[in-house]
């Protein structure tokens, strides 16, 4: 499995970025794709997380500010990331969860800064 992420970049404090993730490879139908992000100094943390069966879990930081939402059809997860503030930043992972393993794509890094 492989994982191709984009959308990092640098955002203003209350400004928007959307993370897309594409997975590609042989992949089993039932899995869950989703978001980690570490920031400097810090341990890796989920963000946000949904299966394909469509249950979702949020951090409580992005609650009420990140969405997760993802196309099955094109093994494709995205994070639509509002009201970023400058604890955001942090080099952001694209995760996908199968009953073999979590694969992990690379890191794209979302800086939150004025």
């Known amino acids: 499995v492989q994982l191709q992420a984009s959308g990092g970049g640098l955002v203003q404090p209350g400004g928007s970025l959307r993370l897309s993730c594409a997975a590609s490879?042989?992949?089993?139908?039932?899995?869950?794709m989703g978001w980690y992000r570490q920031a400097p100094g810090k341990q890796r943390e989920l963000v946000a997380a949904?299966?394909?069966?469509?249950?979702?879990n949020y951090a409580d930081s992005a609650k009420g500010r990140f969405t997760i939402s993802r196309d099955n059809a094109k093994n494709t997860v995205y994070l639509q990331m509002d009201s970023l503030k400058p604890e955001d930043t942090a080099v952001y992972y694209c995760?996908?969860?199968?009953?073999?393993?979590?694969?992990w794509g690379q890191g794209t890094l979302v800086t939150v800064s004025s």
């Open positions: 490879g042989s992949i089993f139908s039932r899995n869950a």
């Open positions: 995760n996908l969860r199968d009953r073999i393993k979590d694969w």
């Open positions: 949904r299966t394909s069966g469509g249950s979702t």
